[in-house]
């Protein structure tokens, strides 16, 4: 799986949209983007994930660029409760291999000041 | 929908002793992981369920570690003689099927200590 590059930590206001980057400058052409997160003491958490297109949920925005280089992920109106550690991580997307083993880098700490 | 649920949520045992925890993933899931988080670290994977197929135990630190998944649903896996550096959040997964473009979701985990 492509490297991932995500800065250390974030702040952000509550209230405000949260965009965490993510650099994957590598990637295939047959590599998704995934986003989890994890809260303290918590299990890591599933937000959103993407190929090519921009996808939105209900928790969140992903926006790749055109090269797919790189992406953002949009918390549109982040809460104190969004305090977490954001992984993006790259995964092929054939089920080939033993490639389902999932890893986390050291992600970003997103901290939602009041 | 439900989601993955764990249990015990925490457990606390003695050095020796054997415990079991139990997973039930996501209703019609035939995915199932295991992974374990030490404090501060990363995820560990230990081992994968995909329906009917053998499971890959590769990520098992040692003989003690073993895990069964019932009826292609709920998961328990068992440490025996457990030790001081099996400490650790045991975490399971399930996705509707094992390939890249599909997420797995996580349960709350089992927070394991052992004394």
């Known amino acids: 799986d492509a490297k991932t590059t995500q800065p250390t930590s974030m702040d952000c206001a509550e209230g405000r949209a949260a965009n965490l980057p993510c650099n994957h400058s590598?990637?295939?052409?047959?590599?998704?983007v995934y986003w989890y997160r994890q809260i303290h003491s918590q299990g890591p958490q599933y937000i959103i994930h993407?190929?090519?297109n921009n996808e939105t949920n209900e928790m969140a925005s992903l926006i790749i660029t055109e090269d797919r280089k790189s992406s953002t992920l949009i918390l549109p109106h982040a809460t104190l409760r969004d305090t977490a550690v954001y992984y993006c991580?790259?995964?092929?997307?054939?089920?080939?291999?033993?490639?389902?083993?999932?890893?986390f880098g050291k992600g970003t700490l997103l901290t939602v000041n009041p | 929908g439900a989601g993955v649920s764990q249990s015990p949520s925490n457990k606390v045992t003695e050095k020796g002793k054997d415990v079991e925890l139990r997973c039930d993933p996501i209703?019609?899931?035939?995915?199932l992981y295991w992974y374990r988080q030490s404090l501060g670290q990363g995820l560990e994977f230990l081992i994968y369920?995909?329906?009917?197929?053998?499971?890959?135990k590769s990520g098992l630190p040692s003989d003690r570690f073993s895990a069964e998944r019932t009826g292609g649903s709920v998961s328990t896996l068992t440490i025996q003689r457990t030790q001081q550096e099996d400490s650790a959040v045991y975490l399971c997964?399930?996705?509707?099927?094992?390939?890249?473009?599909?997420?797995?979701?996580f349960g709350p985990g089992t927070r394991l200590t052992v004394l």
């Open positions: 993407g190929l090519k």
């Open positions: 590598t990637i295939s052409g047959n590599e998704y």
């Open positions: 209703s019609g899931h035939t995915a």
């Open positions: 991580i790259v995964r092929v997307a054939d089920s080939g291999g033993s490639n389902y083993k999932l890893t």
């Open positions: 369920f995909q329906g009917n197929s053998a499971p890959d």
């Open positions: 997964a399930s996705s509707s099927r094992w390939s890249g473009s599909t997420a797995q979701y």
